[in-house]
Nanobody, 121 residues
């Protein structure tokens, strides 16, 4: 069964950097298009970065040039390097298939616990 464990979040000052990790089990991330999502309080979840099985990356306009998604196949892990962080980047970050709802667990859409990123001004 699929399991995605996100880590690396924390509290950082504006302009700082963090690297998030998403360790996967039960799925092989290299054969899927994977994405990083974020959800701020009171807002809908948004997709901020994707990486295809072939390694092509795409980013939301709000993070383009600041965030970098990557994948380490040997560790079955997806990363999100976040630089020049802004207070508006504050959210819970989660990784998943680039098409929400693809991964299921007990018949429901699977989401990991996510990792909190808080950027202070």
């Amino acid at each position: 069964q699929v399991q995605l464990v996100e880590s690396g979040g924390g509290l950082v000052q504006a302009g700082g950097s963090l690297r998030l990790s998403c360790a996967a089990s039960g799925v092989i991330v290299s054969i899927f298009a994977m994405g990083w999502y974020r959800q701020a309080p009171g807002k809908q979840r948004e997709l901020v970065a994707t990486i295809s099985s072939g390694g092509r990356t795409n980013y939301a306009e709000s993070v383009k040039g600041r965030f970098t998604i990557s994948r380490e196949n040997a560790k079955n892990t997806v990363y999100l390097q976040m630089n020049s962080l802004k207070p508006e980047d504050t959210a819970v970050y989660s990784c998943n298939h680039a098409v929400p709802g693809t991964f299921k667990l007990a018949g429901r859409d699977y989401w990991g616990q996510g990792t909190q990123v808080t950027v202070s001004s």
